[in-house]
């Protein structure tokens, strides 16, 4: 891992070295994930690596995420690199972002990992804000900060807490950690330690910065936030319950019926969208909504479930947002109204939709089907009576999905969309990268969800 982490540091001087950067930097980064995915291969329990950084089969696998989805933006952003809007800042930017999520995931010590989480908003924020193409760009930079920075003060002040009661900060000595008793009320103590990152997820509630963000940000900006930074949250809270599993009981119910709801809410505002990355945005949170529901049924099952759920929403979830660039770039709207017969133009790129719009529904034979086939058993497995809620969250799941599809692909093209615009080469490669692990993962699912 430390190796990992030189390689993607000393990759910063590249800009400056060689003028052919961008495809170094997206080849370098690709040679990185074939690497590092051997590592996957054989499970291996919570482990120190080095004196700061510790490694299992949850941390490996959201680090190899990262590093596939840092080279996926560099490919999918070389309008930055043609049009020479700051591209050698933009390489920097991501490759600091990637490192900073690498360190986070792999951190042992539970203040550098607090520290690596609140760092990763910096590039974010540089990202939307130097290279978002709407007006309220600023706005919505505000936005995402408010939200985080508010709830990770008082997480901080629960870790203090924590610290100070089992005397080590190091997450791997799991045995020697214990959660502090002279709390007021446990419950609320336990919302303190998992606010930040339930708000970074984003739960019910407290979503409301994360449609904003997706449509103001870049293709990168938005790829980034959907496959990554969300999981930062997930990753949080399934550390925090890996830790201190006592605590769940305190909190799973409310959080289970809040999560369900939500996701069922969030799927019903999916279908009356207009704006196709504001729906796809929504749709994260009723996914994410699903993952937090797993981890709270207080199960081996649904911790495996949460983290199979992050990985496949990561990579369908940032295809989506490149085909939604895409077709921004040909019809030059993101409305639904607007954007209309595109299977008479390009039927190449609407056998691309169906195939992310059915991964994005949990169809066979993706990754996906099988994080929500034991999604819903592990939450049934806590309470029965969530079979009304998981129902209705599976079927507006999949009107949604198809609503979006249809509403794009047929009908009469408009004569606002470019006829003469074509789907490039760079545009089947991306593709292609987010649906080769997607259902390769299928064939060997133990990679990922072997990880407790």
């Known amino acids: 891992m430390l190796k990992i982490t030189l390689i993607t540091i000393s990759m910063f001087l590249l800009p400056t070295m060689t003028k052919s950067y961008m495809w170094v930097t997206l080849l370098t980064l690709i040679m990185l994930t074939t690497i590092y995915s051997a590592t996957i291969m054989n499970s291996m329990p919570y482990t120190m690596m080095t004196t700061f950084s510790a490694s299992d089969m949850l941390t490996t696998s959201l680090s190899i995420l990262t590093i596939w989805v840092a080279a996926m933006m560099i490919l999918a952003s070389t309008k930055i690199y043609v049009t020479n809007t700051h591209p050698k800042l933009f390489t920097v930017n991501t490759l600091m972002l990637a490192t900073i999520l690498l360190l986070c995931f792999n951190a042992s010590n539970i203040f550098m990992f607090y520290i690596w989480f609140e760092a ?82 984003p739960m019910f509630t407290t979503h409301l910065w994360l449609p904003k963000a997706h449509v103001e940000a870049p293709i990168a900006g938005s790829m980034i936030l959907a496959a990554i930074l969300l999981k930062l949250g997930g990753y949080g809270l399934l550390r925090m319950s890996y830790l201190f599993s006592h605590m769940l009981k305190y909190l799973s119910s409310v959080m289970v019926s809040v999560a369900l709801v939500g996701a069922v809410v969030t799927s019903l505002i999916c279908m009356r969208q207009t704006d196709l990355k504001s729906l796809i945005a929504y749709s994260s949170v009723g996914h994410m909504g699903l993952v937090v529901a797993g981890m709270n049924s207080n199960s081996t099952w649904g911790m495996q479930a949460s983290l ?24 030059s709207t993101r409305s639904l109204y607007m954007t209309k017969g595109l299977m008479a133009l390009m039927p190449t790129l609407t056998m691309w939709w169906f195939m992310f719009t059915a991964s994005n529904m949990a169809a066979p034979p993706t990754i996906n089907l099988l994080s929500e086939i034991m999604l819903i058993t592990s939450i049934m497995s806590a309470t029965s009576w969530s079979i009304l809620l998981l129902s209705l969250v599976s079927f507006s799941t999949a009107a949604y999905s198809l609503y979006m599809f249809t509403s794009m692909n047929h009908g009469t093209s408009t004569t606002s969309t470019n006829s003469l615009m074509n789907v490039k080469p760079k545009d089947f490669s991306l593709m292609l990268m987010h649906l080769i692990p997607v259902v390769m993962l299928i064939t060997k699912p133990e990679t990922i969800t072997n990880w407790c």
Not at 129 to 153: F, K, N
Not at 313 to 331: D, K, P, R
């Open 308 to 331: 199979t759920m992050m990985i496949a929403h990561g990579l369908s979830s940032s295809a989506l947002f490149v085909m939604a660039n895409m077709n921004y770039e040909i019809t």
């Open 120 to 201: 990763s908003l910096v590039p974010t924020m540089a990202l939307i804000m130097l290279w978002g193409y709407q007006p309220e760009r600023l706005q919505a930079s505000m936005y995402l900060m408010i939200y985080t920075v508010t709830a990770s003060l008082p997480m901080l002040v629960a870790l203090c807490k924590i610290y100070s009661t089992s005397k080590t900060t190091h997450m791997p000595m799991f045995m020697s950690m214990s959660f502090p008793t002279d709390f007021p009320l446990a419950t609320i103590a336990w919302l303190m330690t998992l606010g930040g990152f339930l708000v970074k997820l």
